[in-house]
Nanobody, 123 residues
Framework: QVQLEESGGGSVQAGDSLRLSCVAS????????MHWFRQAPGKEREWVAG????????TYADSVKGRFTISRENAANTMYLQMNSLRPEDTAIYYC????????????????WGKGTPVTVFA
């Protein structure tokens, strides 16, 4: 069983930066895909970015490309999301999640979820 815990959320002004962390307990195979999702009030959960645990290859939603950077530190079983040039529309609860099979970005396919960390960006 894998447990995920996010941290690093907060309230910032537009243009500021935040770094989110997701610490995993338990074994995660190198083929797994690790993701960040977010959910704004009244909206569906949205995929933000993903990273292959082993190879470290990354993908991003168009809405955050060039502003956000996903990374992982395997020795610490930790994943990060560096968020720069934040915008009010980035306001959401941010979740980390894992797809053990390593082939999906669909939230319905994630086996493990954290409880989320809130990010609020003021104009």
């Amino acid at each position: 069983q894998v447990q995920l815990e996010e941290s690093g959320g907060g309230s910032v002004q537009a243009g500021d930066s935040l770094r989110l962390s997701c610490v995993a307990s338990g074994r995660i195979f190198s083929s797994a895909l690790m993701h960040w999702f977010r959910q704004a009030p009244g909206k569906e959960r949205e995929w933000v970015a993903g990273i292959r645990k082993g190879a470290g290859t990354t993908t991003y939603a168009d809405s955050v490309k060039g502003r956000f950077t996903i990374s992982r530190e395997n020795a610490a079983n930790t994943m990060y999301l560096q968020m720069n040039s934040l915008r009010p529309e980035d306001t959401a609860i941010y979740y980390c999640a894992i797809d053990r099979n390593g082939n999906s970005w669909d939230p319905r396919d994630m086996e493990y979820w954290g409880k989320g960390t809130p990010v609020t960006v003021f104009a």
